[in-house]
């Protein structure tokens, strides 16, 4: 069945840039032949994918009335001040993003704020120079509408006065997005998401320059249709207040999707750190710890399709942490994709903990001669949560190494999926690739289904692959009882135990402490059965 009335539904969006245009009509043409993914295709088995129906989404955001500007004053100048509504929910986002960002330990160097994948913060840190791109006070501004460069003197290096920048990019962006227009399992999704989504951020780290600290980015998704920014052609309620959060409705009962695309791209010998916190708007009151109840396999209430893009030049480092606290109602559709030059090295981890279905897709591909990627994740699910997640370590290059862990638990009624490939090319000789994946079951009534895969074309390379599924080890419960720890204490400390190894390898140690308690938070509430 092909993909029509999301198509017909959404706006042209005229006012976009011309390269976004062309963009988006080329995928919008791959749209149309397509057909929906469905569950019988071998790279969406054991999801639940059936169960959304694309023709029900609606965009939360088109951008048909101000491509080039938000009415925000902290990156953008306002392009409407009678604009009624929209400031209200952008302050919302950006407090309940500076919320969540201090939940970090630590200091970092700035801090990014995406609404629906549009950029509506950009800032320095505390201690750190904000440079020359102030505008008496209220912020940061592009230089223009075809080239807008925001930039920082946040780096150490080689270069003296050398800038990171967040580019909310022009044409130039074009090309960096055409590095990852390959993927492993092309599909109507991916392409939904390259018509519909906004301009990338792309956080350029230049040549030599290092951070001492790292960036951390919050992508907030909303749940309604953005008011003032959306297409005439769609019904949008009136704009929510900060003190009353968005509701996953629409005025149609349509389900509201957001798209965001965040790009890194690391100049030669760049090194730096990055956290991306994947979270929504919450429902009053506040909170930065969210509810997973889950309202069954009946599709999402609200979709996010956030997409990160790293590209890594020769000799290059970068640490990646992405925390995904997503709502209950919502489903994830992720893609985390890295390219890695001569010498590159990634070491990443994604933590899934929210949502009703969060599907992570990590396509790593080393494509320059001894570059090394460690690929790290933990999840959680409770309820009836499915994380849901799938990987490519893909060797194109000579001497380069991979070495995967993916760890995760499953309670009361929630699964967990793994699936990896291992792909050795035409190339690849003298190559060493890992593939781990570990499963606790913490519940009669919950399941883990893990699958390794190998492919191999290249000769004199080394691969190996691991996957274990089980339940908490009954006997080390009935040592810990012997030795007066309750039942429920001790499981919960052999849990902290199984993902004892995540942690003692998470590349920014500043988020270690906030992930402990995320998760055994969500642990306890488990066990009282709120979970």
């Not at 953005?226 to 959060?245: G, K, R, V, Y």
């Not at 930065?288 to 030049?313: C, E, I, K, Q, Y």
């Amino acid at each position: 069945m092909k993909v029509r009335n999301f198509v017909t539904a959404a706006s042209a969006q005229s006012n976009a840039p011309a390269w976004l245009s062309s963009r988006r009509n080329q995928a919008l043409g791959r749209l149309a032949a397509m057909d929906k993914p469905s569950e019988s295709e071998e790279h969406w088995r054991y999801s639940i994918i059936d169960d959304l129906d694309i023709d029900d989404l609606v965009p939360a955001t088109t951008y048909d009335t101000a491509w080039s500007v938000i009415p925000r004053q902290h990156v953008f100048q306002p392009a409407d001040s009678s604009a009624t509504g929209i400031s209200d929910v952008i302050s919302a986002a950006e407090a309940y993003a500076r919320k969540v960002a201090t939940k970090l330990k630590g200091s970092y160097s700035a801090l990014a704020v995406l609404y629906d994948g549009i950029l509506v913060v950009f800032e320095p840190g505390v201690g750190h120079d904000a440079g020359s791109h102030v505008n008496e006070g209220k912020g940061y501004v592009y230089d223009d509408t075809t080239s807008r460069d925001s930039s920082r003197d946040l780096g150490k290096g080689d270069h003296a006065g050398s800038k990171i920048i967040l580019h909310a990019p022009s044409e130039a962006a074009l090309g960096f997005l055409s590095l990852f227009n390959a993927h492993e399992w092309p599909d109507a999704l991916q392409e939904l998401h390259d018509a519909f989504s906004p301009e990338p951020a792309i956080l350029r780290i230049p040549d030599g320059v290092t951070l001492e600290q790292p960036v951390v980015v919050v992508n907030v998704a909303s749940t309604i249709p953005t008011p003032t920014m959306a297409s005439p052609a769609i019904a949008t309620p009136t704009a929510p207040t900060p003190a009353a959060a968005a509701s996953p409705v629409t005025p149609d009962g349509r389900t509201p999707v957001s798209f965001s695309t965040l790009g890194i791209d690391l100049g030669t010998g760049a090194r730096a750190s990055v956290v991306e916190i994947v979270t929504a708007l919450p429902s009053a009151p506040d909170t930065t710890s969210t509810d997973n109840a889950p309202d069954g396999r009946d599709g999402p209430r609200s979709l996010f399709m956030p997409v990160t893009l790293v590209n890594l030049s020769d000799n290059s480092a970068l640490n990646y942490v992405n925390i995904q606290i997503l709502p209950q109602g919502f489903w994830q559709l992720s893609h985390l994709h890295s390219l890695l030059g001569n010498g590159a090295q990634l070491r990443s981890l994604a933590a899934s903990l929210g949502g009703t279905y969060a599907r992570t897709v990590t396509e790593s591909t080393l494509a320059g001669s001894q570059s090394s990627t460690e690929l790290l994740a933990a999840y959680l699910g409770s309820a009836n949560q499915v994380h849901d997640m799938r990987t490519v370590q893909r060797h194109v290059a000579k001497r380069t190494a991979s070495n995967l862990l993916f760890v995760g638990a499953a309670g009361d009624q929630a699964r967990a999926v793994y699936s990896g490939l291992i792909k050795m090319e035409p190339g690849a000789k003298r190559s060493d690739a890992l593939q781990t994946n570990r499963n606790l079951i913490l519940s009669e009534g919950a399941k883990a289904d893990s699958v390794p895969n190998l492919s191999i074309e290249e000769n004199d390379v080394r691969c190996s692959h691991a996957s274990s599924t089980g339940p908490v080890d009954s006997e080390m419960v009935y040592y810990l009882e012997t030795r007066g720890v309750k039942p429920e204490d001790a499981k919960r400390l052999l849990a902290r135990g199984f993902f004892a190894g995540i942690h003692a390898k998470n590349p920014i140690p500043e988020t270690d402490a906030w992930l402990t308690n995320e998760i055994e938070d969500r642990m306890q509430r488990m066990e009282d059965g709120n979970a």
